[in-house]
Structures are given as structure tokens and as C-alpha cells.
């Protein structure tokens, strides 16, 4: 299996469906029969039959530390920090449950080329989930731990962030480089961000809790994912100030390389409507079933 790992520059949409244009012939469709509380199902005229089964990772956690370029609310760049971020793989694939050669059965899925000896895993659903995940996908993403902010002191901030009512960042943007279509030149450009994000204080650490709701969410990995970040927020007089951070990625792409080489090779049932990823399995299956002789299944 070939897994896409966007580092923090690119657009890594969500869901990431699969990547293959297949196609199989009209005779080789088989019947999709999705019901609730129940395994989608696969069902050919042949009498083979194939089950819905996931592949559900742990999440797993990396730091992201940064500099304080610019602070127009105290001044103070000093702070040693770290943003902490969570991210986790989930599939949905399907399984064997009948089929005329007994060797076959409990074994997924995949695609054969009709045209060269290539053969693909058959992944019609593949998710990179991270905490931005937590509003539009809550049961999918229960597991994912909200981002943290950890610091050796926050001075930088106008006021004790553990005293006194939580901060409040009214708008968290990030920015990457990337071509502008104006002038066809790399430069800063806004990828996203958040409105209202309180920083709630977890013993030495602040726990960042979106509130307001995310701004195009499908170009950003993480509200950590970027080369620039900027706060807007209230300094002691309750005017508006900046604080401009620079991320260092490196760490992040680290874990989430070896993340992505050591995905176990656990598959289990899979219900039909026991979660957000449900609506998409159908239509991307239509998709990838309904086209013209290229693929075939094995």
C-alpha cells in the first residue's frame, strides 16, 4: 500500500479517497447492500461476497516547536515552546466472506490491472484525521487528543494564562508559501485558521479548545501545520494584539513517516452507520465499481 503523507505546506483534503481511476466491466459489478447495524456488503452474481472491515490506528502524538518572531502585545520572544498535535489513519476496506476458492476468504480485497501484472490495494476510504476533526467528525475523531501549547514560561502572553479568565486567541492564521496566481511567485499565503480559541490551562500546559470554528480546514493538517502563525488577541488594555510564531516541522514529518511504515495489519468489522465515514463508502464504492474494463477484483 502507497500512503500519501502531506507535510505541512501541501493541501492534504479530508476524506482521502482512493488515488486509482479503476474500472471493471458491467458484468462484473457486484450489488452494494449498505444497511445499518450491519457490515456493507459486496454481493456478485458468481456468488462471491465480500464484507465492510476498518483499520482504525491509535493516534499518535508530535511536537512542533517555535519561535516568537514578533509580539506586539508584551514584546517579550523569548520562550522556549512547543505546540503539540495529534494525527490518526483509518480505512475502510473491504473483506472476503465467500468466494470459491477457500484460500481467499478472510483476505482483503484488491485490484488486478487488466492490462500489466500490477496489483492494488483496494482502499475506497483512507482518513487522515487530526483534532480539526473533532466538530465536523466527533465519533470518528474521539480519540484524538485537542493540540497543546506547552511552554518554560508564558510572559510572552499580557496576562497569567493560569490566573484569572482563560485567553482567548480571536483569530489563529496560518500561512504557508505557496504560488500566487497574480503575480506567479512563491510567497506567504493564508491556508487557514480558527476563530476564538481558548487557551484552557492543563496543569503547566494550555490546551487549545476551537470555539468559534474553523476557516478553511480542508487546506490545513493541523493548527500547527504551517511555516507562519499568527494570534490576534488582547493585550492588558483590551486592545488588539499580534503574536507571529515560526513552526519547525521537522519532527512532525519524522513521527509521521514511521507512523505511516508501521500501520498493523488488523483489520475488523466494520458497521455500516456506526460512524461520519458511512455517507462516503457508498458513493466512492458506485465510483470505483460503476466504470469502464480496466481493473478487476482478486
Not at 480485497?109 to 475506497?124: A, C, E, G, N, Q
Not at 480558527?194 to 470554528?213: K, M, T, Y
Not at 494584539?241 to 508501521?262: H, R
Amino acid at each position: 500500500m502507497k500512503w500519501i503523507i502531506a507535510i505541512f505546506f501541501t493541501s492534504f483534503p479530508l476524506p482521502l479517497l482512493a488515488e486509482l481511476n479503476v474500472f471493471f466491466s458491467p458484468s462484473e459489478i457486484p450489488t452494494i447492500v449498505a444497511e445499518n447495524n450491519a457490515p456493507l456488503r459486496l454481493v456478485w452474481k458468481d456468488g462471491r461476497e465480500a464484507i465492510s472491515v476498518k483499520r482504525r490506528t491509535p493516534p499518535v502524538t508530535a511536537k512542533v516547536p517555535f519561535v516568537i518572531h514578533e509580539n506586539s502585545c508584551t514584546e517579550i520572544t523569548t520562550s522556549n515552546c512547543y505546540l503539540q498535535t495529534s494525527f490518526q489513519a483509518y480505512e475502510l476496506r473491504m473483506k472476503w466472506a465467500k468466494h470459491s476458492n477457500p484460500t481467499k476468504i478472510g483476505q482483503l480485497l484488491r485490484l488486478k490491472s487488466k492490462t500489466s501484472p500490477d496489483v492494488y490495494d483496494f482502499i475506497p476510504i483512507s482518513l487522515f484525521m487530526t483534532p480539526i476533526d473533532h466538530i465536523r467528525s466527533p465519533i470518528l475523531s474521539r480519540d484524538i487528543p485537542h493540540d497543546e501549547l506547552h511552554c518554560d514560561d508564558y510572559k510572552f502572553f499580557s496576562q497569567d494564562p493560569f490566573s484569572g479568565t482563560p485567553i482567548r486567541i480571536s483569530r489563529w492564521e496560518n500561512e504557508a508559501m505557496g504560488v500566487n496566481p497574480e503575480t506567479n511567485r512563491m510567497e506567504n499565503r493564508s491556508i487557514g485558521g480558527a476563530f476564538d480559541v481558548e487557551l484552557e490551562p492543563i496543569n503547566n500546559s494550555l490546551r487549545l479548545q476551537v470555539r468559534g470554528g474553523y476557516v478553511s480546514y480542508a487546506n490545513m493538517i493541523t493548527l500547527t501545520s504551517a511555516d507562519v502563525i499568527n494570534w490576534t488577541l488582547k493585550d492588558k488594555s483590551q486592545n488588539l494584539c499580534e503574536i507571529g510564531l515560526k513552526p519547525d516541522q521537522t519532527n512532525f514529518n519524522v513521527v509521521a513517516a514511521k507512523y505511516f511504515e508501521k500501520l498493523p495489519d488488523v483489520f475488523d468489522p466494520y458497521i455500516f452507520g456506526s460512524d461520519e465515514a458511512s455517507p462516503l463508502f457508498v458513493p466512492q464504492l458506485k465510483n470505483i465499481l460503476e466504470n469502464q474494463e480496466t481493473y478487476e477484483v482478486e
